[in-house]
């Protein structure tokens, strides 16, 4: 009976700090205190003669720990599995985020060059509108030079009706990607 109790209570001290050990380190180190714990309780059974019934109770009892430790283990991986397809997924977004902030940022780009490019040709327009004018007023053209002229002018608005149009399909475009 007296060493029933002494036993008893290093039993459960053992499991408390078993427990107690489990928060504490790593589930590797959990596994392998766990394992130097049923060493010295063999050393310990080996010095003091234990019953039978003492021997199982406590292999029982490091079985116990020793299976709590590899579901431990096993929940820690699963939960390492999640959290690197959870970080994959996230990835992707951000892939599919970036790559649409391109597609966006190229056509805002297109439809500024596009813009100056109406722009540059407005004014080209009202330069040669101003320079036949003037010529008009001094009568330094003939008919058909006026003509000629006129042609250029006309060819210069359905260029700038094309841009426009451009333009046009480049904001439908733009406004379509950021919705």
């Keep these: 009976m007296k060493t029933k109790l002494p036993l ?47 021997a199982a109770a406590i292999k029982k009892a490091a079985d116990q720990k020793q299976k709590q430790a590899e579901k431990m283990k096993a929940d820690a991986e699963k939960q390492a599995q999640k959290l690197e397809k959870e970080q994959r997924k996230l990835e992707k977004e951000q892939k599919r985020f970036e790559k649409e902030q391109k597609k966006i940022a190229s056509a805002e780009k297109s439809l500024i060059k596009s813009k100056e490019k109406l722009v540059k040709e407005r004014n080209k327009l009202e330069k040669m509108q101003t320079k036949l004018e003037k010529s008009k007023r001094k009568g330094k053209l003939s008919d058909i030079e006026i003509e000629k002229e006129n042609i250029e002018i006309s060819k210069q608005q359905i260029k700038l009706k094309e841009i426009q149009e451009d333009i046009d399909k480049a904001e439908k475009k733009v406004n379509k990607l950021r919705n």
């Design 8 to 54: 008893t209570f290093l039993l459960l001290l053992g499991s408390y700090s078993l427990s107690a050990q489990a928060v504490k380190d790593t589930l590797s180190k959990t596994t392998d205190s766990i394992a130097l714990k049923q060493i010295e309780l063999q050393k310990v059974a080996q010095e003091k003669t234990l019953t039978p019934e003492e």
